[in-house]
């Protein structure tokens, strides 16, 4: 008389990989499924009662992690159709996103460098306002009056203005600025 030996979960990891692969029709997936196959059956081990069949158990937990996984996947997929709706309903169409996209881009590229520079790496680079100011070697106040110039620019595109710099300098050419208003006239009064 031949004693028979009770499977082994090593021993049947060949016929739940088999059937894996019928339910997922994919070997990575089928890889997966028994990969969660085996973490269940390990977390759930008390609850095997003595003289029950490993094999059926094990194909049972499979079973039923495949079915979970249907599940989640159906439950995913409504609300990724949810999403991309909302999203549709919420954008513009592309084309006007295309063009905002072109005349925000011209209006940065038209920013003087050092605001761009200071808006590139606050807003693009993530820098803190301190690290940008490091990196271009000023204080932060001029870090945060360049950013404040070139964010008010920027802002000028939702007016309709146009964003200017302002005229080149010549070298060796002093700038002048208005400091009183008025005319002559009244200022000799």
């Given at each position: 008389m031949m004693l028979r030996k009770r499977p082994d979960v090593l021993d049947l990891m060949v016929p739940l990989r088999r059937y894996a692969r019928s339910l997922t029709?994919?070997?990575t997936q089928a890889d997966d499924l028994v990969h969660?196959?085996?973490?269940r059956a390990l977390e759930r081990q008390g609850s095997l009662r003595p003289g029950t069949n490993l094999r059926t158990w094990l194909m049972t937990v499979l079973h039923n992690a495949f079915i979970d996984d249907q599940r989640r996947r159906k439950v995913e997929a409504r609300y990724a159709d949810a999403l991309g709706q909302m999203s549709?309903?919420?954008t513009p169409p592309a084309q006007e996103g295309h063009v905002r996209l072109a005349q925000v881009r011209e209006a940065f590229q038209r920013l003087p460098a050092e605001q761009r520079e200071a808006l590139h790496l606050v807003t693009i680079e993530g820098l803190a306002y301190q690290e940008a100011?490091?990196?271009l070697g000023i204080p932060i106040g001029t870090l945060m009056s360049r950013l404040g110039r070139a964010r008010a620019a920027l802002?000028?595109?939702e007016s309709g203005a146009a964003a200017r710099p302002p005229a080149p300098e010549e070298p060796g050419r002093p700038r002048l600025r208005v400091v009183e208003g008025g005319s002559p006239s009244?200022?000799?009064s």
């Amino acid at each position: 008389m031949m004693l028979r030996k009770r499977p082994d979960v090593l021993d049947l990891m060949v016929p739940l990989r088999r059937y894996a692969r019928s339910l997922t029709r994919d070997s990575t997936q089928a890889d997966d499924l028994v990969h969660d196959t085996l973490v269940r059956a390990l977390e759930r081990q008390g609850s095997l009662r003595p003289g029950t069949n490993l094999r059926t158990w094990l194909m049972t937990v499979l079973h039923n992690a495949f079915i979970d996984d249907q599940r989640r996947r159906k439950v995913e997929a409504r609300y990724a159709d949810a999403l991309g709706q909302m999203s549709e309903e919420a954008t513009p169409p592309a084309q006007e996103g295309h063009v905002r996209l072109a005349q925000v881009r011209e209006a940065f590229q038209r920013l003087p460098a050092e605001q761009r520079e200071a808006l590139h790496l606050v807003t693009i680079e993530g820098l803190a306002y301190q690290e940008a100011a490091d990196v271009l070697g000023i204080p932060i106040g001029t870090l945060m009056s360049r950013l404040g110039r070139a964010r008010a620019a920027l802002r000028n595109i939702e007016s309709g203005a146009a964003a200017r710099p302002p005229a080149p300098e010549e070298p060796g050419r002093p700038r002048l600025r208005v400091v009183e208003g008025g005319s002559p006239s009244a200022r000799a009064s």
